[in-house]
């Protein structure tokens, strides 16, 4: 055979992309660094510490107690599986509330599980009210499951989660949240909040890579698990299977852990923890309120609710004479900039701009803001140009 050499076997260079969609999100240094640590095997004693090691900084990230603290392999779609499909069965009745993709998604494996799913809604953008959720409950009393997502992404909506579980625990209802992309940007409480289950990803607010998704169960929980008529449908993500591996003393094989990713975990929440939880969710939140007021000034709109606004998921509605594709490929190819479009009923109607973990720095909202206002300026839509750079610098406490 002749060596042609084709351009796929060309080394890859980085783009040097800035990403500001809906994931993922920047990468630190160090969690590069992790990446490309020589391996060890997967039941080695240095990994087991490196995975003792990272359900102690998953339990505080997570504000849990829960012994069974674990990353599956898998993106945050698998730890959405992962709590669903150990926990319900066919016939088991699930509540599960609807504001945009990502609870849908639920929706859709429960139904897969042929589990009873109830659905509620809200518009997308909007959140539920605990009275909503009290309601659909008493309509249909033998649920119980219920499942919400906490930071709904396709919309930017902040859905608050404490009551909601306070209510499900008194109704002794197993309550699942969806926290992949809360985690680390935003105060994520399991214990506090009463979840039974929490799950969430590593490529959002963490600043790593895709490819795990922490989860966490409470023996709430794991009683349900036990008492299954059946075998859970998926063999891989099996928590009783899945617990044996992650337990000390045990430490069954049952699939090979994707071992970079769990350094590269290990070192993202180093990252976090290091520079403190209470201090990376007001980074976010400064970010983001300099972003917003650079938008407003010029001349966009938030999309969701006001008041239940996430920080690291600001939705906009792109406004009249604005073409959705053309600014954000020249975003892209001009600026090196990525945001994210609408999706699904929101697409071409609103964009998505992230301030995930790494990404949410000061350079990047004023890099993004500059970007945009000359895009527009040399579009026709703007006479002049300063004025979303003026309004961030004021929101950052700073006369310009
Ligand atoms: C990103 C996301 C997911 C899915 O995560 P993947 O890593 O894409 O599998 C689930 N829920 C929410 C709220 C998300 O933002």
């Excluded at 891989?236 to 044996?244: H, Q, R, V």
């Excluded at 350094?263 to 990376?280: D, I, N």
Aim: proline residues 4%.
């Amino acid at each position: 055979m002749t060596n042609t050499a084709p351009s796929a076997y060309r080394p890859l260079r980085s783009t040097g992309r800035i990403l500001m969609g809906p994931g993922p999100s920047m990468v630190h240094p160090r969690v590069y660094e992790a990446l490309s640590r020589r391996l060890d095997g997967h039941l080695d004693p240095e990994f087991l510490q490196i995975m003792n090691e990272t359900q102690d900084m998953l339990r505080e990230v997570m504000g849990t107690r829960n012994r069974l603290t674990i990353s599956v392999s898998g993106t945050g779609s698998a730890g959405r599986e992962a709590a669903l499909v150990n926990l319900i069965e066919p016939d088991y009745e699930a509540l599960v509330c609807v504001k945009g993709v990502f609870g849908a998604r639920m929706c859709d494996i429960v139904e897969r599980l042929q589990g009873r799913l109830h659905r509620i809604e809200r518009p997308w953008g909007e959140v539920f009210t605990p009275d909503e959720v009290a309601d659909a409950l008493e309509r249909h009393p033998g649920v119980r499951v219920v499942a919400i997502v906490n930071a709904e992404t396709s919309t930017g909506a902040h859905q608050p989660v404490m009551e909601i579980g306070r209510l499900c625990r008194e109704k002794d209802k197993l309550l699942v949240v969806d926290a992949v992309t809360s985690l680390g940007g935003t105060e994520v409480l399991a214990d506090e909040w009463s979840i039974d289950v929490c799950y969430s990803g590593t490529q959002k607010c963490l600043s790593c890579p895709p490819g795990l998704a922490p989860i966490t169960f409470n023996e709430r929980a794991l009683e349900r698990i036990r008492l299954r008529k059946r075998k859970v449908s998926s063999w891989y993500l099996d928590m009783g299977m899945i617990e044996s591996y992650w337990t000390d003393g045990k430490r069954a094989y049952h699939h090979t852990a994707p071992i970079s990713m769990n350094y590269a975990l290990h070192q993202a929440l180093a990252v976090v923890l290091e520079e403190g939880l209470e201090a990376r969710y007001e980074r976010h939140r400064r970010c983001s309120r300099a972003l917003v007021a650079g938008l407003e000034a010029l001349g966009f709109r938030l999309f969701a609710q006001e008041g239940y606004r996430l920080p690291m998921l600001n939705a906009v509605w792109i406004p009249e004479g604005i073409d959705d594709a053309r600014t954000r490929k020249l975003l892209l190819e001009r600026h090196n900039i990525e945001i994210g479009g609408g999706l699904g009923p929101l697409a071409g109607k609103v964009w998505r701009i992230g301030l995930m973990g790494e990404s949410a720095k000061r350079e990047n909202v004023t890099g993004f803001l500059s970007a945009l206002e000359s895009l527009l300026y040399l579009a026709g839509a703007r006479k002049e140009i300063g004025a979303s750079l003026e309004a961030a610098a004021r929101a950052y406490g700073e006369a310009s």
